[in-house]
């Protein structure tokens, strides 16, 4: 049995009054005399009476009416209790075709994207891809005169007119945001339905302000660069990023671009729900920044957190609030280059007690190969390796070093950035 689909709840009549037409097959229905149903009708038109409209999803029916008779449905012997036994019974049938259809016509109205992408970025835009049905890889030629500057080619141009595009960046050097600026300022202008940026890592946040006279904040910058893409036939481009640095660099971008910050992480809660240990583990924050970018998010775990203080010319790492002992510690921050800091928290942690100390950034830098500072603790060793050092395919060189090198483990942001392509 199956419903048609439900119109959009902006369309419902104020009555929440809806004409269903059921087909069903002689056995999917009873076919005693005193059934609601006859067992040799094909068909019946009946009217509904909604009591909830819940995202397309749910329907709560308060009455099923008969319209071929004008009735409500009841037992041709007029007994109570078997008359709200087959009312019951219709409704819920009624519930689960009109949930099943509704749930298949939101897959089937999903936004289509076409998708671009840079080189770096190729490993994460196949993993989006197969995420999605409704997102098609395009591709575009990177190629260099012989000067070394960009020759870039984007094939079929014509064929995106009127779709929604999106552009997967990696700005992981000058050379290459240079080569990724031009494509990204000329796709909107190929008369698309709308334009999306995901930038998962915004390369320039930790130079978000100036100290002394003289200092360049780089962030603004870049915050300025791209606020200057052209608007899209659909309006304003819409920027998606992860974790940026300072909460305070979302008022960076004009109105020309509308950023949409998410996070990485529910990828790290997922992960520490399958640990053997998922009841024994306490959130670290290395400092008072991580704490209030990311304890909302943690809360339910118990915390401890950290802070570096100044001991004549040195700056020491303490522990600020918590208790670490006995615990599986996370140290939870939204990135990492060198690692001097986790380092130096993970030491101190240790000290205190801590069973076991695992780590997670969003974005895993790493310039020099500077993860090779961190060593995997098969057990018993965590003032000197880590148990598990989680990061995102955010940065992707990172990810082609690290990869199958414990302690590290890359959660990937395909899933999410799949779901913002559709906002």
Same mark, same amino acid.
């Given at each position: 049995?199956?419903?048609?689909?439900?119109?959009?709840?902006?369309?419902?009549?104020?009555?929440?009054?809806?004409?269903?037409?059921?087909?069903?097959?002689?056995?999917?229905?009873?076919?005693?005399?005193?059934?609601?149903?006859?067992?040799?009708?094909?068909?019946?038109?009946?009217?509904?009476?909604?009591?909830?409209?819940?995202?397309?999803?749910?329907?709560?029916?308060?009455?099923?009416?008969?319209?071929?008779?004008?009735?409500?449905?009841?037992?041709?012997?007029?007994?109570?209790?078997?008359?709200?036994?087959?009312?019951?019974?219709?409704?819920?049938?009624?519930?689960?075709? !009109?949930?099943?259809?509704?749930?298949?016509?939101?897959?089937?109205?999903?936004?289509?994207?076409?998708?671009?992408?840079?080189?770096?970025?190729?490993?994460?835009?196949?993993?989006? !891809?197969?995420?999605?049905?409704?997102?098609?890889?395009?591709?575009?030629?990177?190629?260099?005169?012989?000067?070394?500057?960009?020759?870039?080619?984007?094939?079929?141009?014509?064929?995106?007119?009127?779709?929604?595009?999106?552009?997967?960046?990696?700005?992981?050097?000058?050379?290459?945001?240079?080569?990724?600026?031009?494509?990204?300022?000329?796709?909107?202008?190929?008369?698309?339905?709308?334009?999306?940026?995901?930038?998962?890592?915004?390369?320039?946040?930790?130079?978000?302000?100036?100290?002394?006279?003289?200092?360049?904040?780089?962030?603004?910058?870049?915050?300025?660069?791209?606020?200057?893409?052209?608007?899209?036939?659909?309006?304003?481009?819409?920027?998606?990023?992860?974790?940026?640095?300072?909460?305070?660099?979302?008022?960076?971008?004009?109105?020309?671009?509308?950023?949409?910050?998410?996070?990485?992480?529910?990828?790290?809660?997922?992960?520490?729900?399958?640990?053997?240990?998922?009841?024994?583990?306490?959130?670290?924050?290395?400092?008072?920044?991580?704490?209030?970018?990311?304890?909302?998010?943690?809360?339910?775990?118990?915390?401890?957190?950290?802070?570096?203080?100044?001991?004549?010319?040195?700056?020491?790492?303490?522990?600020?609030?918590?208790?670490?002992?006995?615990?599986?510690?996370?140290?939870?921050?939204?990135?990492?280059?060198?690692?001097?800091?986790?380092?130096?928290?993970?030491?101190?942690?240790?000290?205190?007690?801590?069973?076991?100390?695992?780590?997670?950034?969003?974005?895993?830098?790493?310039?020099?190969?500077?993860?090779?500072?961190?060593?995997?603790?098969?057990?018993?060793?965590?003032?000197?390796?880590?148990?598990?050092?989680?990061?995102?395919?955010?940065?992707?060189?990172?990810?082609?070093?690290?990869?199958?090198?414990?302690?590290?483990?890359?959660?990937?942001?395909?899933?999410?950035?799949?779901?913002?392509?559709?906002?």
């Amino acid at each position: 049995m199956a419903a048609p689909p439900p119109p959009p709840s902006s369309s419902l009549p104020s009555t929440k009054s809806l004409k269903l037409r059921l087909f069903h097959s002689p056995l999917s229905l009873p076919s005693n005399n005193n059934s609601a149903f006859c067992s040799n009708s094909r068909h019946l038109t009946l009217r509904c009476e909604i009591k909830s409209f819940d995202s397309h999803r749910n329907w709560t029916i308060e009455r099923v009416s008969d319209m071929s008779n004008k009735d409500s449905i009841h037992n041709t012997n007029n007994n109570n209790n078997s008359s709200s036994s087959s009312s019951s019974s219709s409704s819920s049938l009624l519930s689960a075709s !009109a949930a099943s259809s509704a749930s298949g016509l939101q897959t089937k109205n999903a936004k289509k994207v076409v998708l671009f992408y840079c080189p770096e970025t190729k490993a994460l835009a196949d993993k989006i !891809a197969a995420d999605s049905d409704a997102i098609e890889l395009r591709s575009i030629s990177w190629g260099k005169f012989p000067d070394g500057f960009p020759n870039i080619f984007i094939p079929n141009a014509q064929g995106i007119r009127g779709q929604h595009v999106a552009f997967l960046a990696s700005f992981s050097s000058p050379a290459v945001i240079f080569e990724q600026i031009p494509v990204i300022y000329a796709l909107p202008k190929l008369f698309v339905a709308s334009f999306t940026l995901v930038l998962p890592f915004f390369p320039t946040g930790t130079s978000e302000r100036m100290e002394d006279e003289g200092d360049i904040a780089t962030a603004f910058t870049l915050a300025r660069l791209l606020s200057n893409i052209p608007i899209s036939r659909g309006g304003p481009t819409s920027l998606v990023t992860f974790d940026i640095h300072a909460l305070q660099e979302r008022f960076y971008f004009g109105d020309n671009i509308l950023p949409c910050f998410e996070s990485g992480i529910p990828l790290l809660k997922r992960r520490l729900q399958d640990l053997p240990d998922s009841n024994n583990i306490s959130i670290a924050f290395p400092d008072d920044g991580a704490w209030k970018r990311f304890h909302k998010q943690l809360q339910h775990f118990p915390t401890v957190v950290c802070a570096k203080v100044r001991e004549g010319d040195q700056r020491i790492v303490r522990i600020k609030e918590g208790d670490p002992k006995g615990r599986h510690i996370v140290i939870v921050d939204d990135l990492v280059q060198s690692g001097g800091t986790l380092i130096e928290c993970q030491k101190v942690l240790a000290a205190h007690g801590a069973a076991k100390i695992s780590a997670y950034v969003t974005h895993g830098i790493f310039p020099n190969k500077s993860w090779e500072r961190f060593g995997h603790d098969d057990g018993g060793h965590p003032e000197t390796a880590f148990t598990y050092f989680w990061i995102t395919d955010s940065c992707p060189l990172t990810v082609k070093e690290v990869l199958n090198r414990p302690p590290f483990e890359v959660l990937s942001l395909a899933s999410s950035i799949s779901a913002s392509l559709q906002i």
